[in-house]
């Protein structure tokens, strides 16, 4: 049994996710580091966290800030050397934390030296590296487009046929119907096991099996979603767990787009022949970003419920959740859930929906910054943006289509832009927020003044120390890793009310969405009730504005 709990380590950790770009620079070039990282372990030690998720650190033109990867086993230059990477490494262990390195096997970048061979001509060894296809009556195969506008073909001159990519077209997909790029995607992951890291975020993994009937055929949704959850999805995930998988006890999350449960209970098993657990999008779908990610829509709380209802109770026993709120492909969560409107509303909705999450079954994630409530950013202009897909949505929308106002767009940009949580990790209130000494290569949230880790750090009612104790939590409470969850309240609009539940206690938690002062229904709570935790310093009749409230009972 103890054997079986060690090879699930990771049920009983807090993921903390580092946009290596943005969290500290070292070298004084204005661009996160490697040695920037170890400068900050201490911080991350007493945050309490188990695992940092690197964002991708190996050599790559940053078309896609790293995802587009031109070489597996080395690292970019502006982020430091292999000898700084097995030095974070080592450091990190020694406290007692986790690596876990982020993967992207779904395409590759166009100067890798695959695609580079792949394209000189049709029968180079590495032609079958990518996918290929012939045009239709002179045109692309079919009007699937890219994740990034567009279309998902890429039409090659030399060679006179199309490739598929369902990113930038500097993302070439891998064909993983190829037995060679499954060999050679396995033996970069052994590597990486070799050298002791404990794990992968496997970006985009359940597209990379596509359907050779579908090529030449159009389709009303994006490519993307066409390939989601191919037919051979998970002959290749089972076999990536057969060559590398298992040779030890590896935290691994699948990025799952356009999953249902019925997916996630095939991508992460419990009995672990596939992954440890995937992130699903459903419910940062909530307010339709998924689908129409610019607009000004708000979400509504009963949806939000709903949905993560369904994925508590529908995993429950079967398979495993990942929490998050947010990451380096979501606005900040305090501003697309919370209420930053005044600084007291900011402190409490943030601790709130650090609560609401962190009670639930799964693995929580913490975004770099999102510990100190960190929001999103007040871009004035185009030029502030660096983010791939936030360029080509304004070219598309604005220049191309003519459906969006400018004003319009540079709005909804500031709403859900990737860039609002890939700006400088707030140290403290010296120049550029104690990221970089040199002007970072993203702009600074100007409110670093006043919202940074020194602050919050003497302070101890700050959003911080409220994570701290919900990540100590975790390892205290096993009714926090294995108790049933069931919603109550459920129809309520404004109330996020939930139980957890094992053989002998209970957890309830009330969360206050809305800054109105509410009636909840306290007919739940038993008499030897005690609270675990909050967000106010004491307990009223009515739930206050943004008030969370977690109550810990015996049955």
């Given at each position: 049994m103890e054997d079986k709990i060690m090879e699930q380590w990771w049920k009983k950790s807090v993921v903390y996710q580092i946009y290596v770009r943005s969290f500290q620079d070292s070298n004084h070039d204005g661009i996160g580091d490697i040695n920037g990282i170890t400068s900050r372990l201490d911080y991350l030690e007493k945050l309490g966290v188990d695992v940092l998720w690197l964002t991708p650190i190996y050599e790559s033109p940053n078309d896609d800030n790293g995802y587009d990867i031109s070489d597996y086993r080395n690292i970019l230059d502006e982020y430091g050397t292999m000898e700084d990477f097995d030095r974070l490494l080592l450091e990190a262990h020694q406290r007692g934390i986790k690596i876990v390195m982020d993967l992207v096997f779904n395409h590759t970048s166009d100067k890798h030296k695959w695609f580079i061979e792949s394209q000189s001509s049709k029968d180079n060894p590495y032609r079958d590296y990518y996918i290929w296809k012939d045009p239709k009556d002179g045109d692309v195969p079919s009007n699937w487009t890219s994740c990034f506008q567009g279309s998902a073909w890429q039409y090659d001159e030399a060679t006179q046929q199309y490739y598929l990519h369902l990113f930038s077209k500097k993302q070439p997909d891998l064909n993983w119907q190829n037995p060679k790029v499954r060999e050679e995607c396995f033996d970069i992951m052994n590597y990486?096991?070799?050298?002791?890291?404990?794990?992968?975020?496997?970006?985009?993994?359940?597209?990379?099996?596509?359907?050779?009937?579908?090529?030449?055929?159009?389709?009303?949704?994006?490519?993307?979603?066409?390939?989601?959850?191919?037919?051979?999805?998970?002959?290749?995930?089972?076999?990536?767990?057969?060559?590398?998988?298992?040779?030890?006890?590896?935290?691994?999350?699948?990025?799952?787009?356009?999953?249902?449960?019925?997916?996630?209970?095939?991508?992460?098993?419990?009995?672990?022949?596939?992954?440890?657990?995937?992130?699903?999008?459903?419910?940062?779908?909530?307010?339709?970003?998924?689908?129409?990610?610019?607009?000004?829509?708000?979400?509504?709380?009963?949806?939000?419920?709903?949905?993560?209802?369904?994925?508590?109770?529908?995993?429950?026993?079967?398979?495993?959740?990942?929490?998050?709120?947010?990451?380096?492909?979501?606005?900040?969560?305090?501003?697309?859930?919370?209420?930053?409107?005044?600084?007291?509303?900011?402190?409490?909705?943030?601790?709130?929906?650090?609560?609401?999450?962190?009670?639930?079954?799964?693995?929580p994630y913490i975004y770099q910054g999102e510990e100190l409530g960190m929001t999103n950013v007040p871009f004035e202009s185009l030029e502030d943006y660096r983010d791939i897909e936030s360029f080509n949505s304004y070219k598309q929308l604005v220049e191309i289509e003519k459906t969006v106002k400018h004003e319009d767009m540079l709005r909804y940009l500031r709403k859900s832009s990737r860039d609002n949580a890939r700006t400088p990790m707030q140290w403290d209130e010296t120049i550029h927020a104690g990221f970089s000494d040199q002007e970072p290569w993203i702009m600074v949230n100007p409110n670093y003044l006043t919202l940074n880790a020194s602050a919050q750090l003497s302070d101890p009612n700050s959003i911080f120390y409220t994570y701290q104790k919900l990540i100590q939590l975790r390892k205290d409470y096993d009714i926090i890793t294995d108790g049933k969850y069931q919603l109550i309240m459920e129809d309520d609009p404004h109330i996020y009310a939930y139980k957890r539940i094992s053989d002998h206690q209970e957890l309830i938690i009330y969360c206050n969405f809305s800054s109105q002062e509410l009636d909840y229904d306290c007919s739940y709570i038993h008499d030897d009730a005690k609270i675990l935790i909050s967000n106010y310093d004491d307990c009223a009749h009515k739930l206050r504005a943004y008030e969370s409230l977690v109550f810990i009972q015996n049955i």
């Open positions: 990486w096991v070799d050298k002791g890291v404990d794990g992968f975020r496997l970006d985009v993994i359940n597209l990379i099996s596509k359907d050779e009937d579908k090529y030449y055929t159009d389709s009303d949704i994006k490519g993307h979603q066409v390939c989601a959850n191919g037919p051979h999805i998970h002959d290749y995930l089972q076999e990536m767990n057969q060559q590398v998988l298992s040779r030890k006890p590896l935290l691994t999350v699948g990025e799952t787009p356009a999953v249902t449960i019925e997916d996630g209970i095939k991508f992460a098993p419990l009995d672990g022949r596939e992954l440890s657990m995937i992130f699903q999008f459903e419910m940062m779908n909530v307010d339709g970003a998924e689908v129409n990610k610019w607009t000004d829509q708000r979400f509504e709380l009963l949806d939000l419920k709903r949905i993560m209802t369904r994925w508590q109770v529908g995993l429950y026993q079967k398979a495993w959740n990942s929490l998050f709120w947010n990451n380096h492909d979501q606005p900040r969560c305090v501003s697309r859930f919370g209420d930053v409107s005044t600084p007291f509303y900011h402190e409490k909705s943030a601790k709130m929906l650090a609560i609401c999450l962190h009670m639930m079954q799964g693995t």
